[in-house]
């Protein structure tokens, strides 16, 4: 043994297999990129599998630059395909083979449950098949001695979202995102003809893609594997399509699964759906099925991020992997990156499918976890909230009001307040114009039709500003909340709306109008409030800044150029960071972290290495208050100067721009959950007479509620943030996507 010899580069290899997913591309980026940075070397395999038992030009090491350009690309560049040899033990000795050519010991695999099984196969069999190419005299000795084990870690790949231990599948929300568009684009030609449609989605055993988009979609009626409807559910159905007629509803639009059945096991098709809706409603009926359609476009922002995050994650577990570790699947749960046994989780997801088959639909929705029950019953309540509810007592009076800018999710939020709401018997008022509208006395009922189709519109119907009221303007909507009889009030907003709440609850001693249950729902892109970990509107912002981002990327094809890109979030990154992983910034400028000339300096030197060395395209992303003194035209001006014409510079303000556009999936569903939570609170606070205030939000993937008393200890006043934000611990994530090292390894 050559004892002066440094151990040589660990290497690891990369594929996709099985169906491909939006959001592959950015795994397969971030495993290539981790992997340099960490000083491995890493290599692609084409095509699968089928790349692994071909071997050859199909597994290529790769480059910082192979990697480049990919992140908005749907499908994966790398390639996926179905091997029948990687099924046979012929098939993974060559495999095997391959590999050790190349050194690599170590795999991400970034697949579907039988992607994975395989990869843990040929994992168990590893040592045998060593021993036999050994035998055989392919590999040498020293060879064999080198890799004993093969060392693996999963990513899951399926739009399905169909896997046990991760809450997110890579390509499952860019999947909801086309399924959404197409349920947006059917109800407006519904709406049109007043007629109804069947629109069957993907999602082999599993309904998530079904109920997510019919919750998003705002649609009537839904049918999924894991819970079948109740026997005579098709008079059900037909009941809810026809009260929703007569209330004023022109589109009835019923989602079926692919996999949806009765519960007797028998599959329920889209034709027949259609069938009982043309007999017994007599109205024509047209089916879409959207087929590959949802695997297809490019991957949306959250699977652009999400990937990355798995695909750093995964590096870090191949390469800290020891020939005893247990293989790992990387997942995420709860916002944070996770690790679970690998096969432990594919056990589990195949049980799922079990007990669909034998029809335990309790045990199998048991095991789709708590969050996804939660969903399917705050569906069924929001679809069969009836339009027409009579109280027999006097109905209480629930106001809803929205404060500080505008987040798309509002809109959202309001509807399913006002459906949940009034099918508990509660009367609900909507304020127009925020609280100068409600001291003005723009207050009105919001019945069952008024709310039609609020599920994806875009903008704020009852209006939002950014004024609040005075010290001296309490005594004014002390009286309003009296004149009108409010009896509680859901806030739904920004930063705006949570002080206004607040120094209503302070002042409750003072104005005794005031000691009514308040409670506040996140609405702002901004994503700066306290006791949330993401707020309704974050979502569409970060969409639209990733579209733009891409469209700026592409302009800049033409010419060697800069860009600095400047996000909103006040004095809160979210915006700007999360767009840096999604959209493969090199650099990104919070007002968390500060800026120094230092900073900048080493930037410049940076760009200019970049630009003599090949680059085209240089993208930096600023938080509109990262530093006072260092704006986003001082940074342009500094770049042009010191880049002496190797380059251009380009400043992309990007604005209100962020706030526009229709809610993505995302908010839509996460502004009907907090909204029908909020309408529980409300209404057991005025079932038990008391009158407590409270804000709401996701919290490790939960929902949570915080006494609003508490909202002063939880917040840096000064910059309108909460003093703890979970996402800065991702900061080197995007260091480490966006720095250079050495290629050659
Ligand atoms: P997915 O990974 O999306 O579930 P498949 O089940 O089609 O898709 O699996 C993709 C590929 O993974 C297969 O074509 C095959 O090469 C490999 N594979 C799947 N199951 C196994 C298995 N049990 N043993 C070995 N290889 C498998």
């Known amino acids: 043994?050559?004892?002066?010899?440094?151990?040589?580069?660990?290497?690891?290899?990369?594929?996709?297999?099985?169906?491909?997913?939006?959001?592959?591309?950015a795994a397969v980026r971030a495993v290539v990129r981790t992997a340099l940075h960490q000083g491995a070397a890493v290599y692609a395999i084409y095509e699968g599998y089928q790349g692994m038992v071909d071997g050859g030009e199909r597994i290529r090491?790769?480059?910082?630059?192979?990697?480049?350009?990919?992140?908005?690309?749907?499908?994966?560049?790398?390639?996926?395909?179905?091997?029948?040899?990687?099924?046979?033990?012929a098939g993974r000795l060559r495999a095997a083979h391959n590999l050790l050519r190349h050194g690599i010991d170590r795999l991400v695999i970034i697949g579907g449950d039988g992607s994975l099984t395989g990869a843990d196969t040929f994992r168990r069999e590893w040592p045998g098949l060593l021993a036999e190419l050994l035998e055989s005299g392919q590999i040498d000795e020293q060879t064999a001695r080198a890799h004993p084990a093969l060392m693996i870690a999963g990513l899951v790949g399926s739009i399905d979202n169909d896997m046990v231990g991760t809450d997110m599948t890579i390509g499952a929300d860019s999947a909801l995102h086309r399924i959404v568009e197409a349920i947006d684009a059917i109800a407006s030609t519904a709406a049109s003809h007043q007629r109804s449609f069947v629109v069957e989605v993907m999602g082999r055993h599993c309904g998530y893609l079904a109920l997510m988009s019919a919750i998003a979609g705002g649609t009537d009626y839904v049918l999924i594997p894991e819970s079948p409807p109740p026997e005579g559910w098709e008079e059900q159905m037909c009941g809810l399509l026809r009260q929703g007629r007569i209330a004023g509803r022109r589109d009835s639009i019923v989602v079926v699964a692919e996999g949806a059945q009765d519960r007797a096991g028998n599959p329920i098709s889209c034709d027949y759906v259609r069938q009982v809706l043309q007999e017994r409603l007599d109205e024509d009926t047209r089916v879409t099925i959207l087929g590959h359609v949802q695997r297809g476009g490019t991957p949306s922002s959250f699977d652009r991020w999400m990937s990355t995050l798995l695909g750093f994650a995964a590096v870090q577990e191949v390469l800290s992997a020891t020939?005893?570790?247990?293989?790992?699947?990387?997942?995420?749960?709860?916002?944070?990156?996770?690790?679970?046994?690998?096969?432990?989780?594919?056990?589990?997801?195949?049980?799922?499918?079990?007990?669909?088959?034998e029809q335990n639909y309790a045990r199998a929705m048991e095991l789709r976890g708590g969050s996804f029950t939660e969903m399917f019953d705050v569906f069924k309540a929001i679809a069969e909230a009836s339009p027409s509810v009579t109280a027999t007592t006097r109905p209480r009076r629930l106001a809803i009001i929205h404060a500080g800018g505008l987040a798309p999710g509002m809109n959202s939020a309001v509807r399913a307040a006002v459906r949940f709401g009034r099918d508990r018997g509660l009367t609900l008022l909507g304020v127009r114009g925020s609280f100068e509208g409600l001291l003005a006395g723009r207050i009105e009922e919001l019945t069952w039709g008024d709310v039609e189709g609020w599920t994806g519109l875009g903008g704020c119907e009852l209006g939002t500003n950014r004024h609040i009221p005075s010290v001296e303007e309490l005594y004014a909507v002390a009286r309003a909340i009296e004149t009108h009889q409010i009896e509680g009030l859901l806030v739904i907003g920004g930063w705006m709306a949570y002080k206004a709440a607040y120094q209503l609850h302070c002042e409750r001693d003072r104005y005794p109008a005031f000691k009514i249950p308040i409670i506040c729902l996140p609405a702002t892109i901004d994503n700066n409030l306290p006791g949330s970990e993401l707020s309704v509107g974050a979502d569409s912002a970060l969409n639209a800044i990733v579209g733009a981002l891409d469209r700026v990327k592409q302009s800049a094809m033409a010419a060697k150029r800069c860009f600095v890109v400047e996000t909103m979030g006040r004095y809160c990154g979210y915006l700007a960071l999360m767009s840096g992983l999604a959209g493969g910034a090199e650099r990104v400028y919070l007002h968390e972290e500060g800026v120094t000339l230092k900073d900048l300096q080493a930037e410049v030197e940076h760009m200019v290495d970049a630009f003599h060395t090949g680059r085209r395209l240089y993208l930096t992303i600023r938080n509109e208050r990262a530093n006072a003194q260092y704006t986003t035209d001082f940074m342009c001006a500094l770049f042009e100067e010191e880049g002496r014409g190797l380059f251009d510079v380009r400043r992309s303000v990007l604005g209100h721009f962020q706030q526009g556009g229709n809610p993505s999936p995302y908010d839509r569903i996460l502004a009907t959950r907090l909204a029908a939570h909020c309408i529980s609170f409300l209404s057991e606070q005025l079932a038990s007479g008391s009158a407590d205030g409270a804000f709401i939000g996701l919290v490790e993937g939960k929902v949570t509620l915080v006494p609003l008393g508490r909202m002063s200890e939880m917040v840096d006043w000064t910059h309108f943030r909460p003093k703890e934000q979970w996402w800065l611990e991702l900061r080197p994530v995007v260091q480490t996507m966006a720095q250079s090292i050495a290629t050659e390894a």
């Open 1 to 25: 043994m050559n004892m002066n010899n440094k151990s040589p580069p660990k290497s690891i290899g990369v594929l996709t297999s099985g169906g491909d997913a939006q959001g592959m591309n």
């Open 61 to 89: 090491l790769q480059s910082w630059d192979d990697v480049g350009s990919i992140l908005h690309r749907g499908g994966t560049i790398i390639g996926t395909a179905r091997c029948a040899a990687f099924r046979e033990r």
């Open 323 to 357: 020939p005893d570790s247990e293989p790992q699947l990387i997942g995420i749960r709860q916002n944070r990156i996770q690790r679970v046994p690998l096969m432990q989780c594919v056990e589990q997801t195949r049980a799922v499918a079990q007990m669909i088959g």
